[in-house]
């Protein structure tokens, strides 16, 4: 037998450390069999919280007693997305498949900014599905990045590129006398007004465009700023429509985007971080139509996808510009054509990470074990519960419907005197329950409960124990503001 180092960090006991491991294993299968039977989240104890709060020291705590510890502190305390109750923001549900898609991932300990390797290959098979979802031609590139915030961030960089060529990676913006404006609408992410301050454009050259009855950006008023922006000498170079919008689910006309940014010569970008991959489920897709006309495209495998966190992707139609916008040599990065170095270009070529993990493995696995008709599916049933939930909404008079309901949001409230103040206690109480967990947001400043159905697990009973819950606790939240008077 091999001898192994005495410092090795792999077990001595190669068996008992098997055991262990199937236990977990078994422990975690357990644990999303059983989701329904949990509550969807409950507060951390303050004592359990200050365990976290210990010096580093030399101790070795073994493998089952730092995983009782696991079980006993941090599982209980997750924020419960993958269960079926859960509304809040936009979280996916995550599957079975992918977390054994992770484990396998962290066994190779794969780096993928680039050589020679079958994990890149995969990632390569998850760029053409990509490109073939979104009908964008060969020559189209794509990257795994970690979410739609980053992606965004790629987008603009890119176009950026395409406006003022490559030499402005070297000169930089300061050198530069064209001042760059872009546009979005006042639904848009907030990632993408953070992008504008990162890359240095600033976030006031992001005009913000009021938006229409249906939270769609008001098209008139967006061509007004373009013309008087080009009037007082400025560039609009860049436009982000949004497909499926965090506050309310809106989707912008991406035709008439599309149209617009061909007559303007402006980067038309898509923001479609949950909502582009409902290009999946034939009945939805048609909403879409525009999508395929961008010039670049945003989103996360993560949310509707299904696929565990995180996994966010970035496609772009002009593969060179994508390249021409962050390639940069090294000796030590040097490329071959045979041997591991080969390859190229490698994905470390496409942004600005060059050590990456293998997200490319949980998304091959998911689409391959659940396919796309059935992925798609899942998409489609999350907006038919949102429906559901808005004809009950429409039903009872003590809740009021907020915003339209284009996909898989809905926002609502309980009737109050004191709405805001109500429906802010309201959807703690929901939340500390462990009953239902929706989120809030703003609509025309009126405070809204807002359910995000994404999770593949929620079904009509978790909707009507939303709404039951959502009464009762109406109640109590107005009974107590009304005392407090
Ligand atoms: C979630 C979301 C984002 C941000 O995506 P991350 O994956 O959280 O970085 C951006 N835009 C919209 C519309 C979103 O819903």
Request: aromatic share 8%; net charge negative.
């Amino acid at each position: 037998m091999l001898e192994t180092s005495e410092d090795t960090l792999d077990p001595s006991d190669w068996n008992a450390f098997r055991l262990q491991g199937h236990r977990m294993l078994d422990d975690m299968i357990d644990y999303l069999e059983h989701q329904r039977n949990q509550p969807v989240w409950q507060p951390m104890p303050e004592d359990i919280r200050q365990h976290f709060q210990q010096p580093l020291d030399d101790n070795q705590a073994d493998l089952a007693a730092t995983y009782n510890l696991f079980i006993k502190e941090v599982l209980p305390y997750a924020l419960g997305n993958v269960h079926p109750g859960f509304m809040g923001w936009v979280h996916g549900g995550g599957t079975p498949v992918g977390m054994l898609a992770e484990m396998l991932a962290g066994g190779l300990n794969a780096n993928l900014g680039g050589r020679d390797q079958a994990p890149i290959e995969v990632e390569r098979q998850v760029v053409q599905w990509v490109r073939d979802l979104f009908d964008f031609p060969k020559t189209a590139s794509g990257l795994f990045v970690t979410g739609t915030s980053m992606a965004n961030l790629l987008s603009v960089l890119i176009a950026r590129t395409a406006r003022l060529g490559t030499e402005i990676r070297q000169k930089g913006l300061a050198a530069n006398t064209a001042h760059l404006v872009a546009y979005v609408s006042t639904s848009a992410h907030i990632s993408l007004i953070q992008a504008f301050d990162i890359t240095g454009l600033g976030s006031n050259a992001l005009r913000r465009i009021p938006v229409n009855d249906q939270f769609q950006m008001d098209l008139s008023a967006l061509e007004l700023a373009i013309s008087e922006d080009k009037k007082s000498g400025l560039m609009p170079f860049y436009i982000a429509g949004t497909a499926g919008s965090a506050d309310v689910g809106a989707i912008d006309n991406l035709n008439a985007l599309a149209e617009l940014c061909r007559r303007e010569n402006i980067w038309f970008h898509v923001d479609g971080a949950y909502g582009a991959l409902s290009m999946l489920a034939s009945d939805i897709a048609p909403r879409m139509q525009g999508i395929e006309l961008a010039d670049s495209i945003a989103f996360d495998f993560h949310k509707w996808g299904q696929v565990p966190y995180d996994a966010g992707f970035i496609l772009v139609r002009d593969e060179e510009l994508h390249l021409n916008t962050f390639a940069t040599s090294a000796a030590y990065l040097n490329r071959e054509v045979r041997g591991m170095a080969a390859g190229s270009p490698w994905p470390c070529d496409f942004g600005p990470e060059l050590s990456r993990g293998f997200r490319a493995l949980k998304t091959w696995f998911t689409i391959k074990v659940y396919g796309a008709e059935k992925l798609g599916r899942v998409i489609s049933n999350t907006c038919t519960l949102a429906q559901y939930l808005k004809s009950r909404i429409e039903a009872e008079p003590r809740l009021e419907l907020l915003a339209p309901v284009a996909l898989n949001i809905v926002c609502f409230r309980y009737r109050s005197f004191n709405a805001n103040r109500v429906n802010a206690d309201l959807v703690i109480a929901l939340q500390e329950s462990g009953i239902a967990a929706p989120s809030t947001t703003i609509i025309n400043g009126q405070l809204a409960i807002r359910a995000a159905i994404v999770n593949h697990r929620t079904t009509t009973q978790n909707i009507d124990a939303l709404i039951d819950a959502t009464l009762t606790f109406g109640e109590c939240a107005e009974n107590s503001a009304q005392s407090q008077e």
